[in-house]
């Protein structure tokens, strides 16, 4: 008698459960009102006919790291941080193909339910077509105006074939990984640097400004996916999560390489093969910063994946991070 008070007690009432669902709803409904009032024009609001100014940084040192390169050329830092600035838009590019089409398909969850999170998902997609011809767009500027030889090695869709293989618990970890580190970069190192290219500097203003509303809908539908699931799926979702985060390093690997690489033959000198080889292991240790670490350390992440997980889930992820995260320690 006792077992079956208590647990009626824990039991959430129907009125609960309605309220519930409707702080939810309510939460999908304030990702539409932001989202429309900031909604912007890729012609009108963000490029405005500017070119890139190459005589500027793109991307933070916070982010870049060029500064810890103290024999670089102050010409041959601005350029690698072009480069990373250039790639920061790419890998944006490469991954919304992969974010976009998991966005349409968890809309079709809600097609015949919560109309209102259907809106909210339909308008993120549509922002994620919207950003990948941005950063298109970008790419041919960039072209345009530095010197020949970069190459942006990842294909948008063998990288979407390949993540959407996984669990959906899985990738709408990764995808609030990646659309938080989106907002933390902008406010901790692109907003307050006053010397970056303004053209690139605007573009990931914008950029964070929709990106805001994502990482809202990716929390929630993680959380959804997360309660839909049984302990075992949960349990091949977080080895799901740990092989992601291998085949994104795996992307970064090349594409370090690759950049460090163009930046060493278009550099203003030669520099000895010591101080190519110091370029080429800081460009991956910041891009394992960018793309990985910066955002499995943003408190929120921590705090959403620690609900869902279980302690020993939790210390297998740190396992598997742990050595990506010292070689950006140094
Ligand atoms: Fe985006
Ligand atoms: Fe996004």
Same mark, same amino acid.
């Given at each position: 008698?006792?077992?079956?008070?208590?647990?009626?007690? !824990?039991?959430?009432?129907?009125?609960?459960?309605?309220?519930?669902? =409707?702080?939810?709803?309510?939460?999908?409904?304030?990702?539409?009102?932001?989202?429309? +009032?900031?909604?912007?024009?890729?012609?009108?609001?963000?490029?405005? #006919?500017?070119?890139?100014?190459?005589?500027?940084?793109?991307? $933070?040192?916070?982010?870049?790291?060029?500064?810890?390169?103290?024999?670089?050329? $102050?010409?041959?830092?601005?350029?690698?941080?072009?480069?990373?600035?250039?790639?920061?838009?790419?890998?944006?590019? =490469?991954?919304?193909?992969?974010? #976009?089409?998991?966005?349409?398909?968890? #809309?079709?969850?809600?097609?015949?339910?919560?109309?209102?999170?259907?809106?909210?998902?339909? *308008?993120?997609? &549509?922002?994620?077509?919207?950003? !990948?011809?941005?950063?298109?767009?970008?790419?041919?500027?960039?072209?345009?105006?530095?010197?020949?030889?970069?190459?942006?090695?990842? &294909?948008?869709?063998?990288?979407?074939?390949? /993540?959407?293989?996984?669990?959906?618990?899985?990738?709408?970890?990764?995808?609030?990984?990646?659309?938080?580190?989106?907002?933390? @970069?902008?406010?901790?190192?692109?907003?307050?640097?006053?010397? =970056?290219?303004?053209?690139?500097?605007? /573009?990931? +203003?914008? @950029?964070?400004?929709?990106?805001?509303?994502?990482?809202?809908?990716?929390?929630?539908?993680?959380?959804?996916?997360?309660?839909?699931?049984?302990?075992?799926? +949960?349990?091949?979702? /977080?080895?799901? %999560?740990?092989?992601?985060?291998?085949?994104?390093?795996?992307? %970064?690997?090349?594409?370090?390489?690759?950049?460090?690489?163009?930046?060493?033959?278009?550099?203003? @000198?030669?520099?000895?093969?010591?101080?190519?080889?110091?370029?080429?292991?800081?460009? %991956?240790?910041?891009? *394992?910063? !960018?793309?990985?670490?910066? #955002?499995?350390?943003?408190? *929120?992440?921590?705090?959403?994946?620690?609900?869902?997980?279980?302690?020993?889930?939790?210390? +297998?992820?740190? *396992?598997?991070?742990?050595?990506?995260?010292? @070689?950006? !320690?140094?």
């Amino acid at each position: 008698m006792q077992s079956i008070q208590s647990s009626a007690a !824990q039991a959430p009432s129907h009125s609960a459960l309605q309220s519930a669902a =409707l702080a939810t709803t309510q939460r999908y409904a304030r990702t539409i009102e932001t989202s429309k +009032r900031i909604r912007w024009d890729i012609d009108g609001d963000v490029i405005r #006919g500017r070119r890139f100014d190459l005589s500027r940084k793109f991307l $933070p040192d916070g982010l870049s790291r060029v500064d810890e390169l103290g024999f670089l050329a $102050p010409a041959d830092q601005r350029l690698l941080s072009q480069v990373q600035g250039r790639t920061y838009a790419n890998i944006f590019g =490469l991954v919304e193909r992969y974010i #976009g089409v998991k966005t349409l398909e968890l #809309g079709q969850d809600h097609a015949f339910g919560d109309q209102v999170a259907l809106e909210a998902l339909v *308008r993120m997609a &549509d922002e994620e077509l919207k950003h !990948q011809e941005l950063f298109r767009r970008l790419e041919a500027m960039a072209a345009e105006g530095m010197p020949t030889g970069y190459a942006f090695k990842p &294909d948008p869709n063998d990288v979407a074939a390949a /993540v959407l293989g996984k669990s959906t618990w899985a990738v709408l970890g990764l995808t609030l990984d990646i659309e938080l580190f989106t907002q933390a @970069h902008y406010r901790s190192s692109i907003e307050s640097d006053a010397d =970056l290219c303004p053209l690139w500097k605007d /573009v990931f +203003r914008f @950029h964070w400004m929709e990106e805001s509303q994502h990482a809202v809908l990716d929390e929630l539908e993680w959380r959804r996916e997360d309660a839909r699931i049984s302990a075992a799926e +949960r349990e091949q979702g /977080v080895s799901d %999560l740990i092989d992601l985060v291998g085949a994104v390093d795996a992307i %970064l690997q090349m594409q370090a390489r690759a950049d460090a690489e163009y930046v060493m033959q278009v550099a203003s @000198h030669r520099y000895a093969p010591s101080e190519q080889a110091a370029v080429a292991d800081l460009v %991956l240790r910041a891009y *394992r910063f !960018q793309y990985i670490v910066s #955002g499995v350390q943003e408190p *929120r992440f921590g705090e959403v994946l620690g609900e869902l997980v279980t302690p020993a889930q939790m210390e +297998r992820i740190g *396992r598997a991070l742990a050595p990506i995260v010292k @070689h950006v !320690q140094g």
